[in-house]
């Protein structure tokens, strides 16, 4: 038995789980610390990038809340909040987020999020914040009106399609927004070219376009901001 859970099944029961994904080290590992304080004798698996948070929920199925940053390898924005809301329906996810923008908020609601918390919240707040999601409630800033807002309906459209990528196709679509060739993602993800042309076909037809610029530029609108896109080749 792994040694976390083995301690935690000494306070009584099975042990609840709880992921936490950010690529900050010390800001993971305060996390930790909170919700470990808050849900004593949890254990709590951490991801650092959006790619082994979702190895990660898929070799934790009985997870029951995900803390998870807007900023992180392999995503931009809500995408992959969008992504795993899809996959995932009945996992709870708390975005904990630099971003305090009442506007920001919002979306990350309407894009399925459970609650939000900003990184400057106090470690009473944040579980509180985690007891009150994993109870059903919805948990945002005390400025911020908890109800949820609607999607442009660009943005919403762009969600739905990205809730329908597979897992490894989603983790493409990151590396395809980052201007990686065919042969750097296969390399990346250890498959071959052929496989990720084959990926990027199916990309193409979900999300409704036609080249890889059009891909990027359909993630891109679900960014915090509208920071210019890198070059992106179109690979042959």
Request: hydrophobic fraction near 50%; charge should be negative; charged fraction near 20%.
């Amino acid at each position: 038995m792994d040694p976390a859970r083995a301690a935690a099944t000494e306070h009584g029961g099975v042990s609840r789980e709880v992921l936490i994904a950010d690529d900050h080290p010390l800001f993971r590992d305060a996390l930790t610390r909170a919700v470990l304080g808050a849900l004593p004798g949890a254990v709590v698996h951490g991801a650092a990038s959006v790619p082994s948070l979702l190895a990660l929920i898929e070799a934790h199925p009985q997870a029951e809340l995900l803390l998870m940053d807007l900023h992180m390898p392999g995503a931009r924005g809500f995408s992959a909040l969008a992504h795993i809301r899809g996959q995932h329906p009945g996992l709870p996810i708390m975005v904990v987020s630099a971003h305090e923008e009442a506007a920001v908020v919002r979306r990350a609601l309407a894009h399925g999020a459970s609650g939000y918390l900003a990184k400057s919240a106090a470690v009473e707040d944040i579980g509180a914040a985690v007891r009150a999601v994993l109870e059903g409630e919805l948990w945002v800033p005390t400025d911020v009106a908890a109800a949820r807002a609607e999607l442009k309906p660009d943005e919403a459209a762009v969600a739905a399609r990205l809730a329908e990528l597979t897992p490894q196709q989603f983790r493409v679509l990151g590396m395809i927004a980052e201007g990686l060739l065919n042969k750097q993602i296969a390399y990346e993800l250890g498959v071959s070219e052929a496989t990720i042309k084959a990926h990027m076909t199916a990309i193409m037809r979900k999300l409704g376009v036609s080249n890889r610029t059009q891909v990027a530029l359909a993630a891109s609108q679900l960014a915090l901001d509208q920071a210019p896109l890198p070059a992106i080749p179109e690979d042959d």
